[in-house]
């Protein structure tokens, strides 16, 4: 095995990455046995108990990007018991997404990054081969700008539910949305844009009722987790802080008063102006559990928001309520959000995307919280204190890739997908901090 420059500077982070990258493969090479029966035993299910599937009246074919993710597996899932015909996406890094083995998905086809210039053309190649009648981009944070660009191009030949470039940014711009939904009347914590370190040094805090945390604009994937309240203890610990921070002019970050309180994210696909399908559920920095809550002052404040702007497409955003019931947007992420997977077993969510004047879906009573096993199972390993209650979500639960039948892509995602991408960065020697099972990848500094 050739080894390729690598991305580590000591020999003792060489020697940790290996070890680390290694012991996963044989963790997850020793549950293979136990998951080859599973997904045997689901395969003779299903070929003895075959779920029923609807014949659309106008069937459609659907493109769906961010194959790697189960939120693009969902919504394959959703769209093919609709009577839809189902072509997933995915850049080539992730080829073998154990997604493309869905019995959902009719063809699986790679295409280059989506910074790459020969990015549009390859999905206008796909849109006119197979007859694209809806794309529905299931971004990154990096893609999300680049599909609402060749929205421009691809909605000549097919319907594309995102927004156009502009808003798109606007959007994704923490202090920009923040200044949206000011204008249309709507709560949001008191933010300000910085674009040079000194700004937070010479901010007087001792005028102001809120700590503050401070948070890229553009998406980083590795300080997104950090929420660190500033002033910090003293001026000292505040300037080391804010001296590690990579704060320019060219790369952005939000000051935004800490808000006290629960929170919560959502998912919303939305038509005109108007909700189509909403949820929302608890959340956390780092989010790998859903399970829905009604909360009717957050709905109104997504309905009033996509309603003054009009919006067509799919965001989600992220509130935290405090004791008093005041409600707040922290963000907005103009693209799908992983609560979708509370929809598993919804039989309206293809309607809700292609059909206008929908009744607004929410997850049915009967949906069960989703989960991702192996997160669970770590956090039984790691947190000994937490023991009953992560018990108590794999009971009450669901994984949110497993499915009696459609069993394949559990086994490929955990003994193909993340096998190869280990690997890969073995063999280049590259370091990652965690694995995603939720969105199918190694979270690496400077990562996608």
């Known amino acids: 095995m050739g080894f390729e420059k690598t991305d580590l500077k000591q020999p003792q982070e060489v020697m940790t990455t290996t070890v680390k990258t290694v012991a996963t493969l044989i963790l997850l090479l020793l549950v293979l046995p136990f998951n080859l029966t599973l997904t045997a035993i689901a395969l003779l299910r299903s070929a003895i108990f075959q779920p029923p599937r609807t014949i659309a009246s106008n069937p459609k074919t659907i493109l769906i990007s961010g194959g790697k993710m189960t939120k693009a597996l ?37 295409v280059p990054k989506p910074q790459a210039k020969d990015y549009l053309d390859a999905l206008l190649e796909i849109v006119q081969k197979e007859g694209v009648d809806v794309y529905i981009p299931v971004c990154s944070p ?5 599909d609402a660009e060749a929205k421009q191009v691809l909605s000549k030949y097919c319907e594309v539910m995102h927004f156009d470039p502009e808003l798109v940014q606007k959007l994704d711009d923490k202090s920009k949305f923040s200044a949206i939904a000011t204008s249309l009347g709507l709560a949001v914590p008191d933010s300000y844009c910085i674009t040079d370190p000194q700004q937070i040094l010479d901010f007087d805090f001792s005028k102001q009722a809120h700590a503050y945390i401070v948070k890229s604009i553009p998406y980083d994937s590795v300080r997104r987790l950090n929420l660190t309240q500033l002033p910090c203890e003293t001026p000292l610990a ?3 802080f804010v001296d590690e921070l990579p704060i320019s002019e060219h790369n952005p970050w939000i000051m935004q008063a800490f808000i006290s309180g629960q929170e919560y994210c959502t998912h919303s696909t939305v038509r005109n102006g108007e909700l189509q399908l909403h949820c929302c559920c608890e959340s956390s920095a780092f989010q790998i559990n859903y399970e829905m809550v009604d909360k009717p002052e957050i ?9 003054g702007l009009k919006l067509t497409g799919q965001v989600s955003f992220d509130f935290i309520q405090t004791q008093d019931g005041g409600v707040y947007a922290i963000e907005c992420n103009p693209r799908t959000h992983s609560a979708i997977t509370m929809f598993y077993n919804h039989p309206d969510v293809a309607r809700a995307y292609l059909e206008s004047d929908v009744p607004v879906i929410q997850p049915l009573k009967s949906s069960r919280p989703t989960y991702w096993i192996y997160h669970e199972i770590w956090r039984l390993v790691t947190q000994p204190t937490q023991i009953g209650q992560r018990l108590k979500i794999i009971v009450s639960g669901k994984d949110a890739i497993f499915d009696w039948a459609d069993p394949l892509p559990f086994l490929m995602v955990h003994h193909a997908q993340i096998p190869w991408l280990l690997l890969e960065n073995l063999r280049q020697l590259k370091g990652w901090m965690r694995i995603d099972f939720n969105i199918g990848k190694l979270v690496e500094p400077a990562g996608d």
Do not use: M, P
């Not at 009577?83 to 699986?108: C, M, N, P, Q």
């Not at 990096?142 to 680049?146: D, H, I, K, N």
């Open 74 to 110: 969902q919504l394959a899932r959703s769209f093919d018991r609709a009577g839809h015909r189902v072509i997933l996406v995915e850049s080539h890094k992730y080829w073998l997404t154990g997604h493309r083995f869905s019995w959902a998905v009719d063809r699986f086809y790679t």
């Open 142 to 146: 990096v893609a999300s700008y680049y």
């Open 238 to 240: 505040t300037a080391a």
């Open 299 to 307: 709905e109104a404040w997504v309905s009033k928001f996509v309603s």
